[in-house]
């Protein structure tokens, strides 16, 4: 059993930066962002591998970026140039067996939630 405890998110203005963090226990091999904002469904930000192989919404690339820091088992997703549209709950994800690049973003591949974090960026 894997457990996900996210941390980081908090209220900054547009245009600020945020880096979220989650922790992980047990071994996973592919692990995503995801958020959702009220009224919509949940998507993908953000995903790597364990290979090193990332995908990004085009709604984020170049502004957040998706790292994972193997001995502490830890996810981060920096990001910057933060917009109002971004204000979501976000949620890290993780699943122990690969996945092929074009469905790393796709939520219902993975089977370990996180509780979220909540990111509110005001304009």
Request: glycine letters at 12%; aromatic letters at 16%; one cysteine or more.
């Given at each position: 059993q894997v457990?996900?405890?996210e941390s980081g998110g908090g209220s900054v203005?547009?245009?600020?930066?945020?880096?979220?963090?989650c922790a992980a226990s047990g071994y996973?091999?592919?692990?995503?962002?995801?958020?959702?904002?009220?009224g919509k469904e949940r998507e993908g930000v953000a995903a790597m591998r364990g290979d090193g192989t990332t995908t990004y919404a085009d709604s984020v690339k170049g502004r957040f970026t998706i790292s994972q820091d193997n001995a502490k088992h830890t996810l981060y997703l920096q990001m910057n140039?933060?917009?109002p549209e971004d204000t979501?709950?976000?949620?890290c994800a993780a699943r122990s067996s690969g996945l092929p690049?074009?469905?790393l973003l796709q939520l219902n591949n993975y089977n370990y939630w996180g509780q979220?974090?909540?990111v509110t960026v005001s304009s």
């Open positions: 457990q996900l405890v203005q547009s245009g600020g930066s945020l880096r979220l963090s996973t091999y592919c692990m995503g962002w995801f958020r959702q904002a009220p140039s933060l917009k979501a709950m976000y949620y690049p074009w469905l979220g974090t909540q």
